[in-house]
């Protein structure tokens, strides 16, 4: 059985008030993942409510690895107690480091998410484990949850689509919807996601991520929202950390086998973009840049790469991606002690 996923994002209680209730005549008007605009403008976009985090506990390890093993003195560290070493900070594996984000004067901090943004980052991570045949101690085959974990990003890309399909296009929310990706993406499920034996079908939906990722910020500078990069004017005050973070994601991508397809050919794009809007792309402990030819990023060349993408990998023929194949909590119970320990097959073949 896998280790327990790790959760990415969570708000802190000593940095942000409780999330606002919203009247009832509020609620009655407001449409689920919905934000507050201005009234009579056009061009009005959401106003989103950013909550600090801390930071992320398996970042703050990354630091502390290298900091360990860092030469003193010009010479390698001898005699470390490795078994002491590993199982420091064991007991915060499902926490985050707080000291820095309590830290009001510390105007560089990068962790941030929106309301919106972390409610979609839970939704994900909820929809993932709903596929985890370990979470539910279940065994089917091998790569179950792997295509379980696609499913969940080809549903991502479905909502993105009709986010950015919308009459009236919200950058912010469209943001938002890159938020939650970005932060589910960091968690150990990718990691199992990765293990799947449909290496150019993972890759193939890796690139369209970053065109998605590439639309939504076509979005934020139309709106004038990163060009230049002003989140004291209203835009998201956490493109660097997104960024960064779409980023990581596709380095660990690269580390297991590199980029075959141009799957990881965005990124180049993304670099342009973010130096011509002045935009520092930084948030993970030393993450590496990476380097499509992927030119029309407006909400038309999008629709056209899903249509497209749509159409090649919906499954069985049919005329859409995703769905709730993968998802156990549409299995009955005799269903499911049919296939605790590993005995039978639930309609796969």
Known sequence: MSERKRPLADADPNCES?????????????????????????????????????????????????????PK??????????????????????????????????????????????????????????????????????NFTSYGVSEVVDNWLKDFNKEVSRRKVSPCATWAHLEGLSMFLQLDYV????????????????????????????????????????????????????????????????????????????VSKLEKLAKDNGIVIKGPYKFQERTEDYDDYSVKGWKEEFKAYTKRHAPNGGKTIGGTHYDLTKMSKAEKRGLQGGGGSWGWS
């Not at 005549?25 to 600090?52: C, H, L, M, Q, Y």
């Not at 929809?127 to 979470?135: F, K, L, M, P, S």
């Not at 199992?192 to 590439?214: E, N, Y």
Request: charged share 30%; proline share 5%; hydrophobic share 30%.
């Open 191 to 266: 990691d199992i996601w990765f293990q799947g034996d449909d290496c150019h079908g993972f890759a193939v939906t890796i690139s369209m991520v970053g065109k998605a990722l590439l639309t939504g910020l076509y979005l934020l500078k139309n709106h004038k929202l990163s060009n230049p990069y002003l989140p004291e004017n209203g835009g998201p005050k956490n493109i660097s950390l997104v960024l960064a973070l779409f980023v990581d994601f596709i380095q660990s991508w690269d580390d297991i086998g590199g980029d075959h397809y141009g799957e990881t050919a965005w």
């Open 18 to 70: 409780s999330m606002p209730q919203k009247s009832p005549k509020e609620k009655a008007n407001a449409s689920p993942g919905s934000a507050k605009t201005t009234e009579g403008d056009e061009n009005a976009v959401a106003e989103p409510k950013f909550i600090r985090l801390p930071r992320p506990i398996w970042d703050v390890q990354k630091e502390k690895w290298d900091k360990r093993n860092e």
């Open 73 to 142: 003195d010009g010479t390698e560290k001898e005699g470390e107690d490795e078994d002491e070493s590993d199982d420091e900070g064991d007991d915060e594996q499902d926490t985050f480091a707080t000291d820095s984000a309590q830290d009001d004067g510390l105007p560089d901090w990068v962790w941030y998410i929106s309301e919106e943004g972390l409610a979609k980052y839970t939704y994900l991570e909820k929809q993932a484990a709903n596929r985890d045949q370990d979470e539910h101690g279940l065994y089917i085959y091998s």
